[in-house]
Every structure is written in C-alpha cells, then in structure tokens.
C-alpha cells in the first residue's frame, strides 16, 4: 500500500507562500535578523556580523554587485540552497522506503523518460545531438517523484508559479539582464561545469517534475529574486500533507521567506531587503511590486 496523503490540506500551504509572496509593509528586522541567523548556523556557518538593508531590489543588488567585486564570498549555495535539499531529501525519503518494488519501477520510468525525451534535465532543454548525450551520461541520482507526490505537489507549486508569473516576473524582469546578472552570480548553480546536468539536485528535480509547463528559466528567479518559495513550498507540502518530517535546519530559510524581502547570504555580512509597500494590478493580470518600499 502507497502512502496515505491529505490533499486538502495543501491549500493553506498554497496561501501561505502565496501570501509570503505578495507580501507588502514593514519588515521586522529583528526578526529576519534572527532567521537569517539560524540559517548560517544550519550551514555550519558563524552567524554574520552584519546586516545591510535595502530599500529596494535595486539598492540589493547595487549592494550585492559592490560587496561581490570586493572580495565577499556568496554564502547563497551553503545558506539556502544546500540545507533545502536536505531538508526536501528527509521529507521525501520515507514515501519511497514506503512504496513497493512495483511502484518504484514505475516511477522510475516515469521520472527518467519525462526528464530524457521531453528535455528537462537541468535548466536547457536539448537541441542536438551533445545536449542528448550529455542527458543520457548525466541522470538526476534522486529518488524518482511518484504518482502520489505529484498529484499532492503539482497543485501547490502551479499556483505558487502562477503567482510569479503574474505578479513577480515583471519586477525582476524590471531590474534588466545586467542586474539580474549579479544575483545570480551570487548562486552558480552548476558545480560540474563540464555537464549540462546537476545530478544531486532533487529540488530541482521535484520541482520541474511537478511543473512540467514551466519555462527552462523559471528556477532563476525562484531561487534568485524571491528566495527559495518553490523548494520551502514543497517542503511544507510533504510536511504537511504527508506527515513526514525533513531536518529542521531548514526553519531558519523559511522564516527569513516569510519575513522579509529577498536576501543574499554572503560571508561576514548578509544583505537583506524591506517589502515592497505596494503591488499592482493592471487590467490583463499582470502585475508589479513598486520599487519603493516601507520603511521598518
């Protein structure tokens, strides 16, 4: 027997990250402080001496373009990215131990066809013949998704994209290539440059499993302008609807998510932003957050 799952529980973890989001007003420094705090110390990392705030995703990444060409070390991958995917491993792990030989070789079928023919593996999809190789030599070494998982993830993680998509993208997008630049080298993603294919990555695995819409591109942002909201909502997914428990390293991630702007762990300092204090609607749904922002 599969594992037994509540769906209907997932939807207040939909609003939550939804909320968490769209989020506007002051921050509790204090607060994001303490979180950002906890998550250094989940890294096995000393807490940071200081903290810049921003006023503006602008002004972070002016800050972090500035502190970045001084010689401050990105902490991005050790901070968040590293401590999420053990915490996503942990809640995942069991629903696997649970599932019987039969069901496991579907999924892994599933898992590893969708990834191969359909073009997802890492953030390209495949154009010729390297590309196609390099997917063949490189699988994801997670375990696969199954059934049970998707049908409980998918419905959380589309709303969170649709969220994005709507209200989020126009204000990253607003920053220009040249920006977004620096936070992404904030958090290089590939560690073996020689491959197209990260393959202990479950998160991202999960994540473009259960979204198999959306964009190569779309993990960028994600992970980049608003921290981390697609892994911290599959993780409250499993939590939640499955009963499971992921390490608790990753609490300090997510109460920085749900307290605050984007953030940028770097070494002896962390660069933090305020909320927006404002998001619009135009008359096609498409929304953006003001550059402005409150003031703590």
Same mark, same amino acid.
């Given at each position: 027997?599969?594992?037994?799952?509540?769906?209907?529980?997932?939807?207040? !973890?939909?609003? $939550?990250?939804?909320?968490? /989001?769209?989020?506007?007003?002051?921050?509790?420094?204090?607060?994001?402080?303490?979180?950002?705090?906890?998550?250094?110390?989940?890294?096995?990392?000393?807490?940071?001496?200081?903290?810049?705030?921003?006023?503006?995703?602008?002004?972070?990444?002016?800050?972090?373009?500035? +502190?970045?060409?001084?010689?401050? %070390?990105?902490?991005?991958?050790?901070?968040?990215?590293?401590?999420?995917?053990?915490?996503?491993?942990?809640?995942?792990?069991? $629903? *696997?131990?649970?599932?019987?030989?039969?069901?496991?070789?579907?999924?892994?079928?599933?898992?590893?066809?969708?990834?191969?023919?359909?073009?997802?593996?890492?953030?390209?999809?495949?154009?010729?013949?390297?590309?196609?190789?390099?997917?063949?030599? +490189?699988?994801?070494?997670?375990?696969?998704?199954?059934?049970?998982?998707?049908?409980?993830?998918?419905?959380?993680?589309?709303?969170?994209?649709?969220?994005?998509?709507?209200?989020?993208?126009?204000?990253?997008?607003?920053?220009?290539?040249?920006?977004?630049?620096?936070?992404?080298?904030?958090?290089?993603?590939?560690?073996?440059?020689?491959?197209?294919?990260?393959?202990?990555?479950?998160?991202?695995? !999960?994540?473009?499993?259960?979204?198999?819409?959306?964009?190569?591109?779309?993990?960028?942002?994600? *992970? +980049?302008?608003?921290?981390? $909201?697609?892994?911290?909502?599959?993780?409250?997914?499993?939590? %939640?609807?499955?009963?499971?428990?992921?390490?608790?390293?990753?609490?300090?991630?997510?109460?920085?998510?749900?307290?605050?702007?984007?953030? *940028?762990?770097?070494?002896?300092?962390?660069?933090?932003?305020?909320?927006?204090?404002?998001?619009?609607?135009?008359?096609?749904?498409?929304?953006?957050?003001?550059?402005?922002?409150?003031? /703590?």
């Amino acid at each position: 027997m599969g594992p037994s799952i509540t769906p209907a529980s997932t939807d207040d !973890v939909a609003a $939550l990250w939804t909320k968490a /989001a769209l989020a506007t007003g002051p921050v509790d420094r204090d607060r994001a402080e303490a979180a950002a705090q906890a998550a250094y110390r989940a890294a096995s990392l000393p807490a940071p001496p200081r903290f810049i705030w921003c006023t503006s995703l602008q002004d972070a990444m002016d800050q972090l373009r500035r +502190h970045i060409s001084q010689g401050h %070390t990105p902490l991005v991958r050790q901070v968040r990215r590293d401590v999420l995917q053990k915490a996503l491993s942990t809640a995942r792990a069991p $629903l *696997w131990q649970q599932a019987s030989d039969l069901e496991q070789s579907k999924a892994f079928s599933a898992f590893h066809h969708f990834f191969e023919w359909e073009g997802y593996y890492g953030e390209q999809r495949y154009d010729g013949v390297d590309e196609r190789y390099d997917l063949m030599e +490189h699988p994801y070494l997670c375990s696969p998704v199954l059934p049970a998982e998707r049908a409980v993830l998918q419905p959380v993680l589309t709303t969170l994209r649709s969220t994005y998509e709507q209200r989020l993208r126009p204000a990253w997008d607003a920053l220009g290539p040249v920006m977004r630049s620096y936070a992404l080298s904030a958090a290089r993603y590939w560690q073996a440059y020689d491959t197209g294919v990260e393959q202990k990555d479950e998160a991202r695995a !999960v994540v473009q499993y259960c979204l198999p819409d959306a964009n190569d591109r779309f993990f960028d942002p994600a *992970w +980049h302008f608003y921290p981390d $909201l697609v892994v911290l909502a599959a993780i409250d997914t499993y939590r %939640t609807a499955f009963a499971t428990t992921p390490l608790p390293g990753w609490e300090g991630c997510r109460e920085v998510a749900l307290t605050s702007g984007p953030w *940028w762990p770097l070494a002896d300092l962390a660069i933090m932003s305020e909320r927006p204090t404002v998001t619009h609607l135009d008359g096609q749904s498409q929304g953006r957050t003001d550059d402005q922002t409150a003031e /703590a």
